[in-house]
């Protein structure tokens, strides 16, 4: 499957490459200067019209904007030199027709600004299709791979990568999430509970940065009137098939049950009456 990815990039810009060229020969039109004044108009008309028809591809996206200047300014020269020997032909009735005059060629200019995005074209798209060819595991992205390391247990890498997500955006809250979960599990339990501020300080309600900050304020700082202060703002604020306010629910009512208080509400039904 990825070497017939490549063979079509691969194809599609050798297209590129020599659409430019047959297209251009395919519009030219060349003034002739041994024709009637009349077959002159008609040529000159044909060029307006290939003007109007070129427009409505740009339009329409099918012909870029530096094509469609350089395609455009050919056809203005044509149709202008078609005009000027219309005007010498009604001053010069009788005058002998000239012998015919070799096609005009584009400009070396346009011929070398059509050759250089081609060559580009050509070399990107070969370059993408051995990349297919070579690359058989997708990319992760950089919270991806911090994760990726979080749970196969390399926790410095994951630290460090998720250092670098927040180098990036300093506003991941996933990201400061985790640090702070990191922190707990290294008992920088202060730390941790400044990680998790600042990710609650972005997304005020994020079940995990809540439950973990919960999880901390019980079993690091021991202080479970704070914890379950932000546990029941957890299960206030999220759905209640939430994993994580389920799960503060359940060790709510364990703490309670064992000092012998009720147990936790579950959030009152509006009525529907």
Avoid: C
Wanted: charged share 30%; proline share 6%.
């Amino acid at each position: 499957m990825i070497t017939f990815v490549t063979l079509v990039i691969i194809a599609v810009a050798i297209f590129a490459v020599a659409y430019p060229f047959v297209r251009q020969r395919d519009r030219s039109v060349e003034p002739e200067t041994d024709e009637g004044s009349e077959d002159l108009r008609i040529r000159r008309e044909k060029l307006y019209d290939a003007v109007r028809e070129l427009d409505l591809e740009r339009d329409s996206g099918t012909v870029s904007q530096e094509e469609h200047e350089k395609i455009r300014t050919t056809y203005e020269m044509q149709a202008a030199a078609l005009l000027q020997e219309e005007e010498r032909q009604v001053r010069e009735v009788r005058r002998p027709i000239a012998t015919k005059a070799a096609p005009s060629t584009a400009p070396l200019s346009h011929r070398i600004g059509l050759i250089i995005p081609a060559l580009l074209i050509l070399v990107v798209g070969t370059g993408l299709g051995l990349f297919l060819a070579n690359s058989l595991t997708p990319t992760l992205s950089p919270l991806e791979e911090a994760n990726a390391a979080f749970n196969r247990g390399d926790l410095r890498g994951a630290l460090e990568g998720y250092r670098r997500v927040l180098d990036e955006d300093q506003r991941n809250v996933e990201a400061l999430t985790q640090i702070g979960v990191l922190l707990a599990r290294g008992q920088h339990h202060d730390e941790a509970i400044l990680a998790f501020d600042r990710a609650l300080t972005i997304q005020p309600d994020h079940p995990k940065a809540l439950f973990e900050k919960g999880l901390v304020l019980f079993q690091g700082k021991v202080q479970p009137r704070k914890g379950v202060k932000v546990w029941e703002h957890l299960i206030k604020t999220t759905p209640p098939d939430n994993e994580y306010a389920l799960t503060a629910r359940r060790l709510l009512d364990q703490v309670r049950s064992s000092m012998g208080r009720p147990r936790t509400e579950s959030p009152a039904k509006p009525s529907t009456r």
